[in-house]
């Protein structure tokens, strides 16, 4: 079975006398594959195929393949907390083996190491070896995923089910409080609104607009005009992701590590050995329905939002990851079906690898497929089979490049291990 990317010491191996599989989950690596497969370019292949066909079907998997302009969830917008819910999932299997036979001491240096490694991996992957320091962000997916880690690897490491499960109670509920009841002051972070302003005030520093409004507003999530957001504009230094504020920015990085303990939740359900598979498949699965309907009650007031990763988003997404896991844990684990998830198995042994190849444009899979399939190759087959065949091929060779790619790192047991 494959090794989570995100648990292991930062190493290149080639040959290994041992797989670094033994032992774990099959249906959480292939889970993980099947994750980062819409990154790669399934989301590519949707939307070629709504290019080709007005099909009534395509079109809502297409407008699933895009995040939300704001509030509300679609399918893509889970990919981000599946992945962090699944490093929780994964490290109660691993931290508890490294407690066991090397000690608590062990364990917290080791989460230390792998969620700083991943921070820096995401600095560099955003700019950290090249340009001024005014461009790199600080702060995005990767850096994200390793906080996330980090924080919920150390909670494990030293609090029980009880204890968990109230620390993810608190940071939920105490995000939301901040988010309803702190006053912000009462300005949009948009470029219209400062281009408004500076005409008033005779300024065009927004620093300065946004210092000198006084007027404040409470329990508002619209965008650019939420505590979060403010936050970032105020305190978060260097790049921002959309100039003012950052989808991944200080405040929301609390709730998201309520996702990791979440995934550590469930995690240690499926390690309960006392259990049937058929109980925790039953507690995850319902664990999972229930939170997905308290996240879509609780989004009334506090909206289903992604870009400030509300409570209710947190509930509503993790729900969904719960969901699918226990239907991978299923097929894979009890009924044994396991042919059809190689694929996302391969991608899964090297999920780190494979994005920072395609996120950190390493390795440009698309514009390979391009050079392979496009051009007039793309063009003959619009002209005299199909409209929107091309880019179908293009989509279908990109997607093949990336497995190939990951299929030779399987069969070579190389493995980028964080």
Same mark, same amino acid.
């Given at each position: 079975?494959?090794?989570?990317?995100?648990?292991?010491?930062?190493?290149?191996?080639?040959?290994?006398?041992?797989?670094?599989?033994?032992?774990?989950?099959?249906?959480?690596?292939?889970?993980?594959?099947?994750?980062?497969?819409?990154?790669?370019?399934?989301?590519?292949?949707?939307?070629?195929?709504?290019?080709?066909?007005?099909?009534?079907?395509?079109?809502?998997?297409?407008?699933?393949?895009?995040?939300?302009?704001?509030?509300?969830?679609?399918?893509?917008?889970?990919?981000?907390?599946?992945?962090?819910?699944?490093?929780?999932?994964?490290?109660?299997?691993?931290?508890?083996?490294?407690?066991?036979?090397?000690?608590?001491?062990?364990?917290?240096?080791?989460?230390?190491?792998?969620?700083?490694?991943?921070?820096?991996?995401?600095?560099?992957?955003?700019?950290?070896?090249?340009?001024?320091?005014?461009?790199?962000?600080?702060?995005?997916?990767?850096?994200?995923?390793?906080?996330?880690?980090?924080?919920?690897?150390?909670?494990?490491?030293?609090?029980?089910?009880?204890?968990?499960?109230?620390?993810?109670?608190?940071?939920?509920?105490?995000?939301?409080?901040?988010?309803?009841?702190?006053?912000?002051?009462?300005?949009?972070?948009?470029?219209?609104?400062?281009?408004?302003?500076?005409?008033?005030?005779?300024?065009?520093?927004?620093?300065?607009?946004?210092?000198?409004?006084?007027?404040?507003?409470?329990?508002?999530?619209?965008?650019?005009?939420?505590?979060?957001?403010?936050?970032?504009?105020?305190?978060?230094?260097?790049?921002?992701?959309?100039?003012?504020?950052?989808?991944?920015?200080?405040?929301?990085?609390?709730?998201?590590?309520?996702?990791?303990?979440?995934?550590?939740?469930?995690?240690?359900?499926?390690?309960?050995?006392?259990?049937?598979?058929?109980?925790?498949?039953?507690?995850?699965? %319902?664990? #999972?329905?229930?939170? +997905? &309907? =308290? $996240?879509? !009650?609780?989004?009334?007031?506090?909206? /289903?939002?992604?870009?400030?990763?509300?409570?209710?988003?947190?509930?509503?997404?993790?729900?969904?990851?719960?969901?699918?896991?226990?239907?991978?844990?299923?097929?894979?684990?009890?009924?044994?079906?396991?042919?059809?998830?190689?694929?996302?198995?391969?991608?899964?042994?090297?999920?780190?690898?494979?994005?920072?190849?395609?996120?950190?444009?390493?390795?440009?899979?698309?514009?390979?497929?391009?050079?392979?399939?496009?051009?007039?190759?793309?063009?003959?087959?619009?002209?005299?089979?199909?409209? %929107?065949? #091309?880019?179908?091929? +293009? &989509? =279908? $060779?990109? !997607?093949?490049?990336?497995?190939?790619? /990951?299929?030779?790192?399987?069969?070579?047991?190389?493995?980028?291990?964080?």
């Amino acid at each position: 079975m494959p090794t989570n990317s995100i648990e292991q010491p930062l190493a290149m191996s080639a040959a290994a006398p041992k797989s670094p599989t033994a032992g774990r989950l099959l249906s959480l690596d292939a889970l993980r594959g099947f994750d980062m497969f819409w990154i790669l370019g399934g989301d590519a292949l949707v939307h070629a195929l709504r290019g080709m066909s007005d099909n009534a079907w395509i079109s809502v998997l297409d407008r699933q393949m895009d995040h939300c302009d704001w509030a509300g969830f679609h399918f893509y917008d889970l990919i981000f907390p599946l992945f962090v819910f699944i490093a929780g999932v994964s490290s109660v299997f691993s931290l508890t083996k490294t407690i066991e036979k090397e000690g608590r001491t062990v364990a917290v240096r080791r989460v230390l190491r792998r969620g700083l490694l991943l921070i820096l991996f995401g600095i560099i992957c955003y700019g950290g070896v090249c340009g001024n320091w005014s461009d790199v962000r600080l702060l995005g997916v990767l850096q994200r995923i390793g906080i996330a880690y980090m924080c919920a690897g150390l909670l494990f490491c030293f609090l029980r089910v009880r204890g968990l499960a109230v620390a993810c109670a608190i940071l939920l509920l105490g995000y939301w409080l901040l988010m309803s009841f702190t006053p912000i002051r009462d300005i949009h972070l948009n470029k219209g609104e400062f281009e408004r302003l500076a005409i008033e005030r005779g300024t065009s520093d927004p620093r300065r607009i946004f210092a000198e409004t006084t007027a404040t507003v409470t329990g508002r999530f619209e965008p650019g005009y939420n505590l979060s957001d403010h936050v970032d504009f105020q305190y978060l230094p260097c790049r921002k992701y959309f100039g003012y504020c950052d989808p991944e920015g200080l405040l929301s990085t609390l709730p998201a590590i309520g996702t990791c303990l979440l995934g550590v939740l469930a995690g240690l359900l499926l390690r309960n050995q006392t259990w049937s598979d058929r109980r925790k498949l039953a507690w995850l699965l %319902g664990a #999972g329905v229930t939170c +997905v &309907a =308290m $996240g879509w !009650l609780w989004g009334l007031q506090f909206p /289903v939002v992604k870009k400030i990763w509300t409570s209710s988003f947190v509930l509503v997404a993790g729900g969904w990851s719960a969901i699918l896991l226990s239907v991978f844990y299923w097929m894979i684990e009890m009924r044994h079906w396991k042919r059809w998830a190689v694929p996302f198995t391969w991608i899964g042994m090297n999920a780190i690898t494979a994005y920072l190849a395609v996120d950190g444009e390493l390795i440009n899979f698309h514009d390979l497929a391009e050079r392979l399939f496009g051009g007039p190759v793309a063009r003959l087959l619009d002209a005299h089979v199909m409209t %929107g065949l #091309g880019g179908v091929v +293009v &989509a =279908m $060779g990109s !997607l093949a490049v990336v497995l190939t790619f /990951v299929w030779y790192l399987h069969r070579k047991q190389i493995f980028l291990r964080v």
